[in-house]
Nanobody, 130 residues
Framework: QVQLVESGGGLVQAGASLRLSCVVS????????MGWFRQAPGKDREFVGA????????YYADSVEGRFTITRDSAKNTVYLQMNSLKPEDTAIYSC???????????????????????WGPGTQVTVSS
């Protein structure tokens, strides 16, 4: 079955950077949008950002705009979340997700924030100390 596995989380101080990776198996990742969400203790899961199937379009939550960047490497079937200038409020479990299977492949109209993401990884913990 389709698998998404995140890595790269850890404990860092405020102002530091981390790069999360998400390796996708058994899915043609380069035909679907890929997203990152996060969930802090006691809070609902929230959208962080996403990249469309072509890699040409991205969308970020206001809270991370300008600090976080999503890229994808289709050859490695991997999507990345580069996080700079981390803040304590970025502390959360970060999960990657694929805009499949409900969406059609190579769908340029897929809504990166509200579209249906059907496959999820287990997440990786990011903790930012002040």
């Amino acid at each position: 079955q389709v698998q998404l596995v995140e890595s790269g989380g850890g404990l860092v101080q405020a102002g530091a950077s981390l790069r999360l990776s998400c390796v996708v198996s058994r899915l043609k990742m380069n035909t679907y949008a890929m997203g990152w969400f996060r969930q802090a203790p006691g809070k609902d899961r929230e959208f962080v950002g996403a990249i469309d199937w072509s890699g040409k379009r991205t969308y970020y939550a206001d809270s991370v705009e300008g600090r976080f960047t999503i890229t994808r490497d289709s050859a490695k079937n991997t999507v990345y979340l580069q996080m700079n200038s981390l803040k304590p409020e970025d502390t959360a479990i970060y999960s990657c997700t694929a805009g499949a299977p409900a969406a059609t492949p190579m769908n340029s109209n897929f809504d990166l924030k509200t579209g249906h993401y059907g496959y999820w990884g287990p997440g990786t913990q990011v903790t930012v100390s002040s």
